[in-house]
């Protein structure tokens, strides 16, 4: 991630301010304590992870201010990506991400702030925590490494290095270890009570067989009461269709009576209406003249609605003139009010521009000045454009030279290490091949206990397998025992026949052959004593086996470590016989440099370009002061121009107000006209002529109300019209109802006569069918007693069935958990062995001890350019106990050396403390960057450098110019003067009422 631009806005202290990151590769971050240095930092961290250092969310908004953002745009793997971070006070915040194209930037923004965040992280591939960790080295952590204890720093290390995710899988191992503890602990109960119940089969089998016989028994009484049954139900069935028969008689004949008694009614109902229509038929002519006044009444009525249609239309026609008199004259106020309210308007403008134009002639005398400031101004930026390019380009060519420069000092330095370390090498033959034969004859030893730990591992399998034998021998012992018991149970039944063949036994056989299974009972018992005394054997000898193995295994761990030692030192013994060789180039070259250095006798170009670049500058005489007060003189007078377009704007509006006031005079007085002569128009003399006719027409609403009354009392005479038309149409209807009437109770009477004799001969033919109810309910009550006895006997027997197939899958269901058993067991050592592996003492160990060489190795090439090479850091992580074993523990300290030795951290100065921990800082910065996956391309460095001094500083300056190189951006934050001064682009930050400002010089 390179940092390109960052934008604040009511961040921290910070009100709005913008700082651009081009051409910003080693730069210092200063100011006085408590200006912002810090926050500037932080709003990187805020933007683009959400975290700050404030407890409360609301903190990072600056106090009086209601919303905070951050726009940060930064380029990684040459893509340029911008990332916009806002918060509102008490409402929450917003996050936007955004990725440049061809078409400009295009949106990332997922839906919602922690999808956005997610993505965010994943682009980077970099969390907030490795960030701090390693780019940005946060202000008052330099020393946190070395001030804590020997097993803190390990955990420092499991923290920075995100381990605790093996804490988390050791956790979940323990977990799963008790669970499966507490399986095993269940399964084995379970299988005990299973194996209990499954022997209890056989008792249950005879009872189900002794339940079949009965029942067999049953049947047979149930077939003969069957037939029983069936006789009686005939004879019972014939009474029955002939009750049956004689009810159907009996209910015909009080249907006929019932037939009989509604034709009647029907008759006197039909005769009651054949009276009424004769009663209507005699007012035919009374009804005729009430109709014939009913028409002259509605005649009248007709009249007097066409009437009331006139009066609605006139009516309609003058409200319809008076509205369109009162819109007219309403407009034509409205139009005058509008204009008059414009006059006055325009008189209060005219008062308005008068200030305005009476300022012309200062205005004029500013102008003039504001000339002549824009030309030395314009004199002043076309030197700056020959001044700027110059000094760009002399800043360049000291750069390079100062790059060359530490990277000659840094190549000697590197020189003189590799001397020293070759001498120390050579030093160290007779001590790397008396460790070579030490190890050698070690590497024999432990050799020898691999081969015998295999054969060990052999004879367990083998024992193993053995015991797998004999278990599977007792198992088939065991079932030929359980069915040797079944037949000795069978046999001890009353009449029992032979298990084998099942026929009937003597009492002499039933002897022999119960006397034959009891042998062959405690023959199969022996062989399981035997077989288990075996097992029990075979155990304790695989248990001294396992100890022995693991003793094994413990003395042959090393053989790794060993093996890689011998490896290592041979190497070493091989690389020494060039030792002598290394040493003369490697002294050649360091003189070489070492005059260069002297006599400045590198980049010979460079120096001589820059020495005209700066004779060039001489001669300009370039001075930015003035430079400034030009621009500050030129923004003071363009009030001026601002001033000129008023007065100007206002002279056109003078001149537009003059014109139109004597428009809006004469718009007036023609609206006053207009409303005058509106009183004479066409529509107030059409709403007079529309009066008159009315009063002409005569229409009375009284009159044409009491002719409805008249007309609504004579509506009767209509309905007896019409009644008088039904009577004619039904009367002849009526004649021929009262003959099929008649008809219809002559057949009625005839089928009545016809049942009364049917039902006589029903009643002999019962008489002579007798009832054998009672008879068949017995035999009824015997086949249900028999039934329930039956469905009881089928009820236990199928209970005992499904107590048989029960005991059947509680067979397969102990075969399935004696399997799990096994399962839950095995999964219980493994989960063990992974709490073991996950642990602190595991791979979390392994993975510390592969970094520490790679830390110490780092640290000692940042300690050397920072001390001279006269400081040396060292991670030992066994010491020896004080026990008197000499039992090594493990541990993490840090041994630091000089030129006098070696000797405790806290008796260094500040100064030459402050460089280890710097040092050890930055190393471990670019290992966890090294093992993000992610080049670290820019380093935050927010550390206090008040413990050195001018000789420290210059050595931690040149540190930083010569990694400087591994960097696209590097920012340190101090508020020192000397440290500021060393560096030559500077970003000062300066405290102000209106909150921090930025002020960038190169």
Known sequence: MIPKQLTLRNFLSYRATTLNFDGLQVACVSGPNGSGKSSLLE?????????????????????????????????????????????????????????????????????????????????????????????????????????????????????????????????????????????????????????????????????????????????????????????????????????????????????????????????????????????????????????????????????????????????????????????????????????????????????????????????????????????????LDQVQLQVSPLRQRQQMLQRQLDQTQAELTARLTALANSEYQLQQQQAQQPQLQQAVLAVGHTLEDLTAKRAYQEKVREKGIERRHFMERLQAEQRSYETQLGHIEQKLQLLQQPDAACPVCDRPLDQHNWDDVLQKHQTEREELQREIWVIREQLAVSEREIQVLRQEYRELEEEIASYGHILEQRGSLM?????????????????????????????????????????????????????????????????????????????????????????????????????????????????????????????ALGYSLDQHQALRAQLKTAQAWRLRHQQLQQAQQQQPQLQQQLAALADQQQ???????????????????????????????????????????????????????????????????????QQDLHQARRGYRVHQELATAFGRNGLQALLIEHLLPQLEAETNHLLGRLSAHQLHVQFVTQRAGRSRQGKLIDTLDIVIADAQGTRPYETYSGGEAFRVNFAIRLALARLLAQRSGTPLRTLIIDEGFGTQDREGCDRLIGAINAIAADFACILAVTHIPHFREAFETRIDVCKTPDGSQLLLSR
């Open 747 to 817: 057949q009625v009477a005839d089928q009545q006569t016809e049942l009364t004799t049917q039902r006589q001969t029903l009643a002999a033919q019962l008489a002579q069918c007798p009832d054998v109810q009672s008879e068949l309910q017995q035999v009824q009550q015997r086949q249900r007693d028999r039934q329930q006895q039956r469905e009881q006997h089928l009820s236990q027997l199928g209970a005992l069935r499904q107590q048989l197939v029960q005991f059947d899958q509680l067979q397969d269901q102990l075969t399935q958990q």
């Open 571 to 695: 190497a070493q013994l091989n690389s020494n016989a060039s030792v002598a060789q290394q040493l003369a180039a490697l002294g050649q070259e360091r003189s070489h440099l070492e005059r260069c250095l002297q006599e400045r006798n590198y980049a010979q170009d460079l120096q001589a370009e820059l020495q005209q670049i700066e004779a060039q500058l001489v001669q300009l005489a370039y001075d930015e002061r003035d430079h400034a007060l030009a621009r500050g003189q030129v923004d003071r007078l363009r009030w001026a121009e601002i001033r000129q377009a008023e007065i100007r704007q206002a002279e056109r509006q003078q001149t537009q107000l003059l014109e139109r006031q004597p428009q809006l005079e004469a718009a007036i007085a023609t609206l006053e006209t207009e409303i005058t002569a509106l009183k004479e128009s066409d529509t107030v003399k059409a709403i007079v002529q529309r009066d008159e006719q009315l009063a």
């Open 43 to 379: 709003a990187i961290a805020w933007a683009v992870w959400g975290h700050s250092r404030t407890v409360a969310e609301d903190d990072v908004i600056h106090l009086g201010t209601l919303e905070a953002q951050v726009d940060f745009t930064f380029e990684h793997q040459q893509q340029l990506y911008r990332v916009v971070r806002s918060r509102r006070r008490h409402q929450g915040g917003s996050l936007e991400f955004q990725v440049q194209t061809e078409q400009g930037w295009r949106p990332l923004t997922q839906r919602g702030m922690r999808a956005t965040q997610q993505l965010i992280c994943q682009t980077l591939r970099l969390d907030y925590e490795t960030f701090v960790n390693s780019a940005y080295l946060r202000q008052g952590r330099a020393d946190e490494f070395m001030l804590k204890r020997p097993s803190e720093r390990k955990q420092i290390l499991a923290d920075l290095l995100k381990l605790g995710q093996y804490d988390d899988l050791a956790n979940k191992a323990k977990d799963r270890a008790r669970e499966a503890k507490a399986t095993v602990s269940l399964l084995e109960t379970s299988v005990a009570n299973l194996e209990v119940q499954v022997q209890q089969r056989g008792a249950i089998a005879q009872q189900a067989k002794a339940l079949e016989a009965h029942l067999t028994t049953l049947q047979q009484t149930d077939e003969a009461d069957q037939t029983r049954h069936q006789q009686l139900a005939q004879q019972q069935q014939q009474r029955q269709t002939l009750v049956q028969s004689q009810s159907l008689l009996e209910q015909q004949l009080s249907h006929n009576r019932t037939e009989t008694e509604r034709l009647a009614a029907e008759m006197a109902k039909v005769t009651t209406q054949w009276q009424a229509v004769t009663a209507i038929l005699e007012q035919a002519e009374e009804i005729a003249a009430g109709l014939a006044q009913l028409q002259d009444l509605e005649t009248e009525d007709e009249a007097f609605s066409a009437k009331f249609q006139q009066q609605q239309t006139l009516q309609a026609e003058r409200d319809r003139h008076y509205q369109a008199h009162q819109i007219q004259a309403q407009q034509l106020q409205t139009q005058r009010q509008q204009q008059q309210q414009e006059r006055d308007r325009i008189i209060q403008q005219l008062a308005d521009l008068e200030p305005i134009l009476q300022k012309r002639a200062a205005v004029q005398e500013a102008l003039v000045a504001l000339t002549q400031a824009r030309d030395r101004l314009q004199h």
